[in-house]
């Protein structure tokens, strides 16, 4: 799904139900697959990836991974009430067909112990677990 040699870091970055674009899950997959798709920008209240190019994100919703990106850059500015947000490539934002449970990511032995309210750190070293699980969860049609 995405190429080893531009990822540098690999975190799972939760989303917040607070938040209108992740209110429900109609929400939520018209943000994923037109939204950010479309502008790159993700909002963040507080500032959870410090050194973002490259970063393969897992989006969190609820307690699973729903969507992948690769983020490119961060703006530490406020806009529309949030700290800032994170630019993603638009063409690498994936809208998972199947969700990715915390029971397949324990299965993967990527380290995942559990979904929580932060953003968690995934070893570089499971890339090739963590893109073969996003394969197996994405179809492209």
Do not use: W
Not at 53 to 59: A, N, V
Not at 61 to 69: Q, R
Not at 74 to 103: A, C, V, W
């Amino acid at each position: 799904m995405y190429p080893e040699n531009i990822v540098t870091q690999i975190r799972i970055l939760p989303t917040s139900s607070s938040d209108p674009d992740f209110k429900d899950e109609k929400a939520m997959k018209n943000f994923f697959s037109i939204k950010l798709p479309l502008n790159g920008k993700f909002h963040f209240h507080r500032n959870n990836v410090a050194q973002p190019k490259g970063t393969l994100i897992l989006f969190q919703y609820k307690n699973a991974i729903v969507a992948s990106g690769i983020m490119e850059s961060r703006k530490d500015t406020l806009d529309e009430g949030y700290k800032g947000y994170y630019i993603f490539n638009k063409d690498s934002i994936n809208l998972l067909t199947k969700s990715i449970s915390k029971d397949e990511l324990k299965d993967a032995d990527v380290g995942f112990e559990r979904f929580g309210n932060t953003s968690k750190r995934i070893d570089i070293k499971y890339f090739r677990e963590i893109n073969n699980l996003l394969d197996e969860h994405f179809d492209e049609k």
